[in-house]
């Protein structure tokens, strides 16, 4: 009996995994239905089987360490044909919720994040700065719903009696939107590399069996880029999660969010260029004033108007994300309870952008139609939900925006995964 | 006036067992039966558990019994329609289908013999055929042919007819319905084999050289399709490369939710036919757990002491063709970690017992679970036995209906 290996249980972390989201974990018998009708798991050693018995035995440092929790994309046919309910799919998203709480440092977060109590409370933080500075400015104009019109020079404004709504001129950019968005931002990238760094550490520290590819592993850049182009640009893994036509609208409709997001991002990211680099350091810094500048600084000047190719993207990325974020809500809302399950953390992220994409149409609407009485408060409530998506971003569901790409990169340097060429 | 005759319902070994049992403490019993014959699924089998006896074996001294017994009536291709009364006083109706050959028969085939019209045969599960007159199987009790009417024209009906010189052929029986006044009901339905068509990632039912446990029963049959010759279905080749999938349909919440007991010893029984026939060939056990209850794990020990055969834990999850209808199956095992396709000349399916009546409601308002086995009625004198109650092998069937026996006895005496 001198070959035994000693299982040592970690009972806390089992308890813990059936509390986010693992609770049927130990009706399974170990059958490998699921390993074997996962359409994503490769051969050497597949997922979810494994991951199963580990959770069972409260193998924490197997399960924490785990590359294969963010090869899965959750399509839910394991849990499916699975003969006993277990929910091995559920299992995989309980991992990833737990890592999304581990991976950056300030944890607690993510566990506010768990519930709705807890989300109210972290919703306190941007509703308390930006009430704050919207009392201030309401004093400081005399009204909480002042009107505006255009002043002398970019991004200035005037309060009149029969003006317009104007976000800019209630909240000025420059000190209210961009500095506080900038801080939330570089938190999270700060939070975000800590995550990572801990990802890979764990990752390097698990045993290496899985090598499948046997050709040549390339390095975490080349893996990266290769991930960037196939996984993410074109869904290459996404598309093949799952064979029904539910899983097939799921992969378009997260295609259609993402790049709704890339989409908006490139505005936002013009609208700064335009801002900071067009009006305030070419404009007003380098006191140029040729055709040139004045182009780059227009690119930055909201509100544009409708027919600017800009604003044109932005519109067509809202429209988008609607259109996405229905798809993948309403399969969300019928997913079987018996065989895939939803937790708070699938939920909050799909409101969290729901509010993004609603409080944002809804913002620009009352603008145009120049309604200040909803105009500001819709624009107040996007202010919120665009700070709780982009602050809290490594602790939500959405961290998987970075961690998987990371694991996908680092699975192809181990050869967990083949390049996206060869596959 | 609490009557003392007992109804059996079901002419498999539980059902005859207990019908016996108690006609031979001096009660009338009656035995209907949905088959043109008695023995139920023991007599497809090609040998049956514990002592690997044939068929004939075990039911020949049953069908003498009854033969000798004047108390024991049979009725065979008859169901019961109603149940009405209580305890020591049913009122059962049964309606008997028309098997438009009589008594007079004598079972010389002649009537086969001039039957044109062949189709696939129940009996065999789809892997032979038989004609429209028919006897299903040698030893058939009662030694009767059966006529499928309804397979053939006028003019067959009539060679059919006329080839028969014993005048046994009715053409114009219409069956019949009739009232039988007993004191107790024994319940013993029995099982049929799960269907194939529901296992979708398994080929549901379509590959043609995938067969089910009771199909396998039938080609190792000496009486079976292929003279008891185990060969492919697709071109009747000897298979090198035989694979057992356990558990097809069972232990699983969206099949069968439970064990049905005897698989995994059946598709070790198998891997004897198997070895017999071929001692060469490569056989492999895909299970989630080997269960061989009791006794059965001595016949385990001798089975699997064989260089040929593989068991590996890890269940079949899904089996496609390739273009020469191979079958190609995917597995883990779950002991290496290895997920694997395996390309075999012929793969078995495992599937499980389901309640005859799942789906329906017996009789009596007697319980029933989710799966459709009768879990209760003993006290409103309705009593469950062998399949119909739980799975079971044939010795457990048989010591089961000599349970209802007593406890159908006990309803109508003492009254």
Redesign the interface.
């Known amino acids: 009996m001198s070959n035994n290996v000693r299982v040592q249980p970690d009972l806390k972390f089992v308890k813990e995994l059936q509390a986010v989201g693992g609770e049927s974990l130990k009706k399974c018998?170990?059958?490998?239905?699921c390993?074997?009708?996962c359409p994503l798991?490769?051969?050497?050693?597949?997922y979810p089987?494994?991951e199963m018995v580990w959770a069972q035995w409260g193998l924490k440092d197997r399960l924490v360490n785990d590359i294969d929790i963010w090869l899965c994309h959750n399509c839910g046919t394991c849990s499916d044909?699975c003969?006993?309910?277990a929910k091995p799919g559920d299992l995989l998203a309980a991992l990833r919720n737990m890592a999304y709480r581990q991976l950056a440092p300030l944890g607690f977060i993510g566990k506010l994040m768990s519930n709705f109590g807890g989300v109210l409370m972290l919703a306190l933080v941007p509703a308390v700065i930006y009430l704050a500075i919207w009392v201030a400015q309401a004093a400081h104009f005399g009204t909480a719903f002042p009107l505006f019109a255009p002043g002398e020079g970019h991004g200035v404004w005037e309060p009149v009696a029969n003006g317009k709504v104007i976000y800019g001129g209630l909240f000025p950019g420059d000190y209210f939107i961009d500095p506080i968005f900038g801080a939330a931002f570089a938190f999270m990238l700060v939070c975000f590399y800590l995550g990572v760094q801990k990802l890979l550490k764990g990752l390097k520290a698990s045993p290496a069996v899985y090598d499948l590819t046997g050709a040549e592993k390339p390095g975490m850049l080349a893996a990266f880029i290769d991930t960037i182009k196939h996984e993410v640009l074109q869904h290459s893994q996404f598309n093949d999660c799952g064979e029904d036509e539910e899983d097939k609208k799921r992969a378009f409709g997260h295609k259609m969010v993402m790049y709704a997001f890339i989409i908006l991002m490139v505005v936002t990211g013009v609208v700064a260029t335009g801002h900071w680099f067009g009006a305030w350091f070419l404009e007003h810094v380098m006191g140029l004033k040729d055709p040139f500048s004045k182009f780059i600084a227009l690119l930055g000047s909201t509100p544009m108007p409708l027919h600017s190719v800009v604003k044109v993207a932005a519109n067509v990325g809202a429209v988008m994300l609607i259109y996405g974020l229905m798809q993948l809500t309403k399969r969300r809302q019928g997913l079987d309870p018996k065989k895939q399950g939803s937790n708070f953390y699938d939920w909050y992220l799909l409101y969290v952008i729901w509010a993004i994409a609603l409080t944002g149409v809804g913002a620009e609407i009352f603008r145009l139609v120049n309604i200040k009485y909803l105009a500001y408060p819709t624009y107040f409530l996007h202010l919120v939900a665009v700070f709780m998506l982009l602050a809290y971003l490594p602790w939500s569901k959405l961290g998987h925006l970075v961690y998987r790409i990371v694991a996908l990169s680092y699975a192809k340097t181990i050869g967990r995964i083949p390049m996206g060429a060869a596959k | 006036m609490s009557n003392n005759s007992i109804l059996v319902v079901g002419g498999g070994f539980a059902g005859i067992t207990a019908a016996l049992e108690a006609a031979e403490v001096g009660h009338e019993v009656y035995i209907i039966e949905t088959n043109p014959y008695l023995g139920g699924r023991v007599a497809q089998l090609k040998h049956y558990f514990p002592k690997m006896c044939p068929p004939s074996c075990g039911l020949e001294i049953q069908f003498q019994r009854i033969k000798k017994n004047p108390k024991v009536k049979v009725y065979t291709m008859a169901e019961v329609e109603s149940v009405s009364g209580t305890p020591g006083n049913f009122d059962v109706k049964i309606r008997q289908r028309p098997r438009y050959i009589n008594e007079k028969c004598t079972a010389c085939g002649d009537c086969a013999k001039a039957a044109s019209t062949s189709v696939k045969s129940e009996f065999e599960f789809g892997m032979g055929k038989r004609k429209a007159a028919y006897i299903t199987h040698p030893f058939a009790f009662p030694q009767r042919y059966v006529l499928d009417k309804d397979a053939c024209d006028a003019s067959e009906l009539e060679q059919i007819k006329t080839a028969c010189s014993y005048d046994a052929i009715d053409l114009e029986d219409s069956g019949k319905v009739f009232d039988l006044n007993v004191g107790s009901v024994v319940w013993a339905t029995g099982w049929k084999p799960y269907d194939l068509s529901n296992l979708e990632n398994l080929g549901g039912g379509q590959l043609a050289n995938v067969v089910s446990n009771m199909q396998f029963e039938r080609l190792a049959a000496p009486n079976g399709p292929t003279a008891g010759k185990i060969l492919r279905p697709s071109d009747k080749a000897e298979p090198k490369r035989i694979a057992f999938v356990q558990c097809a349909g069972s232990r699983d919440q969206n099949h069968l939710n439970y064990c049905s007991y005897i698989c995994c010893m059946a598709s070790l029984k198998h891997v004897r036919y198997l070895r017999e026939q071929y001692p060469d060939a490569s056989i492999t056990v895909y299970y989630i757990d080997l269960r061989t209850p009791g006794r059965y794990e001595k016949f385990k020990a001798l089975t699997v002491n064989d260089p040929k055969l593989s068991l590996v834990k890890g269940k079949v999850a899904e089996i496609v063709e390739d273009s020469a209808k191979n079958p190609v199956v995917t597995v883990e095992n779950a002991v290496t970690g290895i997920k694997s396709d395996e390309q075999f000349d012929m793969v078995v399916l495992a599937t499980g017992m389901q309640p005859s009546v799942a789906g329906q409601q017996v009789p009596a308002g007697a319980p029933m679970d989710e799966e459709g086995f009768v879990v209760g009625g003993d006290e409103q004198g309705f009593i469950a036995a062998g399949c119909a109650k739980q799975p079971l092998d044939v010795m457990k069937s048989a010591q089961s209906g000599t349970g209802a026996a007593m406890k159908a006895i006990q309803t109508v005496v003492g009254r």
């Open positions: 018998y170990q059958c490998a239905t390993s074997v009708v798991s490769p051969a050497d050693s597949p089987r494994k044909l003969p006993r309910g």
